[in-house]
T-cell receptor
Framework: AAGVIQSPRHLIKEKRETATLKCYPIPRHDTVYWYQQGPGQDPQFLIS???????DKGSIPDRFSAQQFSDYHSELNMSSLELGDSALYFC??????????FGAGTRLSVL | GIQVEQSPPDLILQEGANSTLRCNFS?????LQWFHQNPWGQLINLFYIPSGTKQNGRLSATTVATERYSLLYISSSQTTDSGVYFCAVEGGSEKLVFGKGTKLTVNP
């Protein structure tokens, strides 16, 4: 069965650079969620989209933005990267049920 | 917001032992999921269990919604069971709120 696809799997950036993370949900899933997991921490909700509209927002920095496109894939854009942005970024998707299916994550390292 | 507490925070077992992980939550929930995060960081769905009992091989889970807790049972543990087990709940908004996790180490 198809799963949630995230790219890239690993990303290394310098401080003050920008990064774009991509998420391709399970086919026919209309809701996408983004979570951030810092080292040794639990995942924290950032933002979600339903049918291409933002549906909920968590503690997402103003330097971050996200959107969901017409094909339901989503992108998380991060600008002016800081050392503290180094984390695992997960995308999850769902459709009509509360169950969220997670991708393998993107590991971002900011040097 | 909803609070999620997991216990114990750390657990060390010998291969073949059984274990019980607990998740307490502070309010009624529409969704409760158990995840296993493996050493490579992947979050693996184990159970969607807002109430009742489910079993999948050596793993089973029970959620008593009226008492606001869930239990994850691991029987005959194997070294590949090592990792962090997270309980996550959704209570009213769509987002999942995760507990701090239980770090399980299974020694050969």
């Amino acid at each position: 069965a198809a799963g949630v696809i995230q790219s890239p799997r690993h990303l290394i950036k310098e401080k003050r650079e920008t990064a774009t993370l991509k998420c391709y949900p399970i086919p026919r899933h209309d809701t996408v969620y983004w979570y951030q997991q810092g080292p040794g921490q639990d995942p924290q909700f950032l933002i979600s989209f339903y049918e291409k509209m933002q549906s909920d927002k968590g503690s997402i920095p103003d330097r971050f933005s996200a959107q969901q496109f017409s094909d339901y894939h989503s992108e998380l854009n991060m600008s002016s990267l800081e050392l503290g942005d180094s984390a695992l970024y997960f995308c999850a998707s769902s459709s009509g049920t509360p169950v969220q299916y997670f991708g393998a994550g993107t590991r971002l390292s900011v040097l | 917001g909803i609070q999620v507490e997991q216990s114990p925070p750390d657990l060390i077992l010998q291969e073949g032992a059984n274990s019980t992980l607990r998740c307490n939550f502070s309010d009624s929930v529409n969704n409760l999921q158990w995840f296993h995060q493996n050493p490579w960081g992947q979050l693996i769905n184990l159970f969607y269990i807002p109430s009742g009992t489910k079993q999948n091989g050596r793993l089973s889970a029970t959620t008593v919604a009226t008492e606001r807790y869930s239990l994850l049972y691991i029987s005959s543990s194997q070294t590949t069971d090592s990792g962090v087990y997270f309980c996550a709940v959704e209570g009213g908004s769509e987002k999942l709120v995760f507990g701090k996790g239980t770090k399980l180490t299974v020694n050969p």
